[in-house]
């Protein structure tokens, strides 16, 4: 999940009518004035060019749809609904986009909306659509009742309570969703495991604690982020000013772990990465459409004073934990440890539809700093830890170069899609190599603290 723009569409449900887009951008949650995107984002959206557009309907390939949808209406072997056919039909016309581009019903699109503000019932993990239908496991969320059950990044549910899926239902991941204390059912498929096997789990009410802290050593402090979320970077800042308080007012360095974090808002992610750079750029993002553009850079004010940075990432990481990573390592502000990341670099807008459901569209690819697409090739570490020999056949390809219909990316190579993914990397090791990383010189590292 990455930068939201929520924006509202009439939407008129007319075969052969071209339709325009009205909307007005709800301004970035969470975000520091310097952070938000530039005054025109707030300006309505057109369609470009909308008389054009509005020329060139192809009418033969409308009325070959009109022939077919008479033709299922007429001769197919039992009677279907209209209100059916065009919802398969709207489904169609995103399936073959990109994986992230899906229509969200009316539940589905709240829910959405409940994940990204930390309290939802459901079973706690990110997950991706593949084109079989079947579910892509990116992250399950720490301390939900997926990563209790042993749910791991790579993972792909193939079935829920027993169902199958279809290739052409959009969102599978609503049977996830239930009331707390009910119980589901998924069947998994994972590399290494001969047969897929079924694992049950209890529902709960998810309240994603998405940043934890502690110190690894006299002066040298840890914060892991699980996801971004509305109150990601607040919460953020309150760690880090308790971390420096039980340092005695200064830390020696900072380990930020975002291992397995699937992503979320971007505007999270802008802020944490604002509170850490004194100056220069933070991401970029293109489309379009003007309202697709905008770019946010950095304010005075450095919260750790210019302390060292390590920041532990794997083949989890994704879209907006992508974002934190490629900005401090752009900025010369931190080195990266890990391995390669997951390469999400495209935009999702939510469009709200007038009728509750909503269209989650990949609007625009995002830029680092310095001006590198990371889609569908991640950012390559400084640092690159491998997992133990036991665990070296867990997890493959987990990467968005893997999945079937990405967008491709501007640096992609010609090999097999997916082969240089990097590796998932569990427990405490990488901590302990990012902490060595962490204590080497401070001039390799740093930046001057901050004036004040």
């Known amino acids: 999940m990455s930068l939201r723009h929520l924006v509202l569409v009439p939407l008129a449900l007319a075969i052969a009518v071209a339709l325009p887009v009205a909307a007005q951008e709800t301004p970035p949650e969470a975000g520091p004035p310097a952070a938000r995107p530039s005054e025109a984002a707030d300006a ?21 749809y009109v022939s077919v949808y008479n033709a299922v209406k007429q001769a197919y072997v039992e009677p279907v609904g209209d209100d059916k056919l065009m919802h398969s039909a709207i489904r169609g016309l995103l399936f073959d986009l990109d994986p992230h581009s899906v229509y969200l019903d009316k539940d589905d699109a709240e829910s959405f909306e409940e994940q990204s503000r930390g309290a939802y019932d459901g ?42 899926f279809k290739p052409d239902e959009g969102d599978n991941s609503g049977p996830l969703r239930g ?11 994972r590399e290494g495991k001969d047969k897929p096997f079924d694992v049950t789990i209890q529902r709960e009410t998810i309240r994603i604690a998405s940043v934890r802290s502690k110190m690894l050593e006299p002066g040298f402090g840890y914060i892991r982020i699980s996801a971004f979320q509305a109150d990601t970077a607040a919460d953020f800042e309150t760690k880090i000013e308790a971390l420096k308080a039980q340092a005695g007012g200064k830390l020696r360095g900072l380990v930020i772990d975002l291992r397995s974090n699937p992503g979320g808002l971007l505007t999270s992610a802008v802020q944490i990465a604002d509170d850490l750079l004194d100056s220069g750029k933070i991401v970029s993002t293109r489309g379009r459409i003007a309202i697709s553009d905008a770019e946010f850079s950095a304010t005075p004010g450095d919260r750790l004073g210019g302390a060292p940075l390590v920041v532990l990432v794997d083949a989890g990481s994704a879209s907006a934990a992508e974002v934190l990573a490629g900005a401090l390592r752009d900025n010369g502000r931190a080195r990266i440890v890990g391995s390669r990341t997951f390469g999400k670099g495209s935009v999702q ?9 909503s269209v989650k569209l990949t609007t625009a690819r995002y830029y680092t700093p310095s001006g590198k697409s990371i889609q569908a090739l991640g950012i390559t570490p400084d640092v690159v830890l491998h997992p133990p020999k036991e665990d070296d056949k867990s997890v493959r390809n987990l990467s968005e170069a893997s999945l079937p219909g990405h967008l491709r990316g ?23 190599a990012a902490l060595v990383e962490l204590k080497k010189p401070v001039a390799s590292n740093a930046k001057p603290a901050a004036k004040q």
Do not use: C, F, H, Y
Not at 349 to 357: A, H, K, R, S
Not at 410 to 432: H, M
């Open 123 to 164: 079973v706690g993990v990110e997950l991706m659509r593949q084109p079989d239908g079947s579910l892509r496991v990116i992250a399950p969320i720490d301390d939900t009742p997926a990563a209790r059950a042993g749910i791991k990044a790579g993972d792909v549910i193939t079935a829920i309570d027993g169902k199958p």
């Open 410 to 432: 501007d640096e992609e190579g010609d090999g097999q899609p997916g082969d240089n993914a990097g590796d998932v990397l569990d427990g405490d090791a990488p901590i302990t």
């Open 44 to 64: 309505p959206i057109e369609s470009p060019d909308a008389e054009t557009t509005a020329s060139k309907v192809p009418l033969e390939e409308i009325r070959r």
């Open 349 to 357: 807008t939510v469009l709200p539809l007038d009728n509750g459901d």
């Open 179 to 189: 009331s707390a204390g009910s119980k589901v059912t998924l069947t998994i498929v």
